[in-house]
């Protein structure tokens, strides 16, 4: 049927998402790679001579405690904003499968959340903690709530919680949504065979639910790990990375995430090369944790 | 048995509501503080405003401000999210269903390129984005940089991993007899993928529309690195965080924005609430 191998409309077809790939993806991708071993600037231009520099900018990364610890702090957020936003929209979803009379107006209710930006839910809740809970605290009668010293933001462990906060309350009627479509997947009769041979609610949980919604349960791990990992917006306008700390012997931000850790090395220390460098690392660890998660997904299909 | 289901629904109802309630606490502490006086504010943040009609005042010195423009920036929004999700939503399918329809090894290839490439964060391209757009003018003539054309390019080109896969998804699912009729019937290929196939691809429009038009709105990043901040074109959140760090503390009215900002979308949600629900669950369950 076909007489070319590719008919024009293949190409015809193809040309435009090619041409913004290449232009917005591909390039600049591989000039990254290239940046992070010379001595880049922000004013360098595209055909200017840069100076070959090896390894430097990596070993830098290295003797820098702020990207360390930037680091271990994404880590702790990303394992606790995924291990609650699953939990609190699970038992979500749990509630909301049932039929109850407004399920429908809690299901948009929870998701609404999610429609706004990251970054201005980030400047509502610095308000909420700042502002709000030190005066509901005066209202039940705790005093100390309202100490300028107490503020949740004003301590790197509690501000790192408090973003986990942000996070799950953006995030978990997104994966509310998905967990409802998983259950509602589940036949109807399983569950009533399971309520007739006197299963209880949490055995039919750890029977029924669980198993039959594993697929979806990988879905969200995966996206709540990866945007957990990427978070910038919420860290810009709820801390904007502070309040400032001390580690190894070095004042840092307390709770600056990797994200922006690489944009202020790059953009406000003016060291774009050691920025580039550090996003280099920081698309590994995605890469890693993208074949993990392939793999894993890989096993179950076998599984099944 | 009846009576004793209702009965054994009584708690999870009453649950509900309180998260419910929970959930949309933020918003009640937007709406009620938009319409205070900024020793009010400071004073009792929890309690309703003593003046409702100090809101019109908020509204109007938002509206006014020059490190806002909100009509500007609304307008600017509007403009790069529908400009990217209509391109989007054109070209990833096209490019999808020729990628599905051609049975090479260059076809998957192609394609098998594009999925990896979902894995790319936008940090490790950004900084080398920002020197090959100044590089592309300083060439060509053509402004990348603070412009509409450069950040709808770099829209489609990071939406368009995604768009594509979902689209290629679905039309794998298409039987092929369907466009050897059309075909047969004299339609040339083009013809054949808009008329017939085109249509057929709804609910993964409806998908691509939701995933990207949520996230092109709201995105914060990529707008402050290729527009910048208080230029002439800004998007909703670049005009939010420029006001809030030009008014630092104002909460009167660094929450009056947030809550200019929010509306449309609320509004939005309410009258589309079904299918942006269904098109993000199709998304995220490919």
């Avoid at chain 1, 750890?206 to 919420?234: E, G, W």
Wanted: with cysteine; glycine share 6%; proline share 4%.
């Amino acid at each position: 049927m076909r007489k070319a191998k590719h008919p024009a409309i293949f190409w015809l077809f193809l040309a435009p998402v090619l041409f913004a790939f290449v232009v917005v993806i591909v390039i600049p991708f591989v000039l990254g790679a290239y940046y992070s071993f010379t001595n880049w600037s922000a004013t360098a231009r595209v055909g200017d001579a840069l100076k070959l520099v090896g390894l430097a900018n990596y070993a830098g990364i290295l003797r820098d405690p702020s990207f360390t610890y930037s680091f271990i702090i994404t880590v702790v957020y990303t394992l606790l904003n995924m291990i609650a936003i699953n939990i609190v929209s699970f038992g979500l979803a749990m509630l909301v499968t049932q039929k109850l009379f407004g399920r429908n107006v809690y299901r948009a209710g929870f998701f609404v959340p999610n429609l706004i930006g990251g970054l201005i839910l980030g400047y509502v809740w610095q308000f909420i903690f700042d502002n709000a809970v030190p005066s509901l605290g005066t209202f039940l009668g705790f005093a100390s709530w309202a100490d300028p010293a107490n503020l949740l933001l004003a301590h790197n462990t509690t501000a790192l919680l408090a973003m986990v906060v942000v996070g799950t309350w953006q995030y978990a009627g997104y994966i509310m949504v998905i967990y409802v479509a998983a259950i509602e997947t589940i036949p109807q009769e399983l569950i009533e065979a399971a309520q007739i041979d006197g299963a209880s609610t949490f055995r039919r949980l750890r029977s029924i639910t669980l198993p039959m919604i594993r697929q979806a349960l990988t879905v969200t791990l995966f996206i709540t790990l990866v945007n957990s990992f990427k978070q910038f917006d919420v860290n810009v306008s709820l801390t904007g990375g502070g309040p400032s700390a001390m580690f190894l012997g070095q004042p840092i931000y307390g709770t600056q995430l990797l994200a922006m850790n690489i944009y202020n090395q790059g953009l406000k220390s003016d060291d774009m090369a050691g920025g580039q460098a550090r996003a280099v690392v920081f698309f590994l660890v995605l890469v890693i944790i993208s074949v993990i998660e392939v793999s894993v997904n890989k096993k179950k299909e076998v599984e099944l | 048995m009846k009576k004793r289901r209702a009965a054994r629904l009584v708690v999870p109802e009453i649950l509900s509501i309180a998260l419910f309630l929970l959930f949309l606490f933020p918003f009640f502490i937007v709406v009620v503080n938009s319409a205070k006086a900024p020793f009010e504010i400071t004073q009792s943040p929890l309690s309703l405003p003593t003046d409702w009609m100090k809101i019109l005042l908020n509204v109007y010195t938002i509206w006014t401000s020059a490190n806002v423009q909100y009509a500007s920036s609304f307008m600017s929004s509007v403009i790069i999210t529908v400009s990217s999700l209509v391109l989007l939503n054109v070209l990833s399918s096209q490019a999808a269903w020729v990628l599905v329809r051609t049975r090479t090894r260059l076809s998957t290839g192609i394609f098998i390129v594009f999925v990896a490439a979902m894995v790319i964060p936008f940090q490790i391209v950004m900084f080398p984005l920002l020197t090959w757009f100044r590089e592309i003018a300083n060439l060509t003539g053509v402004r990348l940089l603070r412009s509409y054309a450069g950040i709808i390019l770099a829209y489609i080109g990071f939406g368009m991993s995604q768009s594509i896969f979902l689209f290629h998804g679905f039309t794998k699912s298409i039987p092929f007899e369907l466009e050897e009729a059309a075909t047969i019937d004299g339609c040339a290929p083009a013809q054949t993928f808009y008329r017939i196939i085109f249509p057929l691809l709804r609910p993964i429009h409806a998908t691509v529309l939701v995933l990207n038009g949520i996230w092109i709105w709201n995105d914060y990043l990529l707008p402050l690195l290729i527009l910048g901040k208080g230029n002439n074109v800004m998007t909703i959140p670049l005009a939010v965080s420029n006001f809030a760090g030009a008014y630092v503390k104002q909460w009167d009215l660094i929450l009056t924005a947030i809550l200019m900002a929010m509306v449309p979308i609320v509004i939005l949600f309410l009258f589309a609430q079904r299918f942006i629900i269904k098109g993000m669950i199709a998304g995220s369950i490919k």
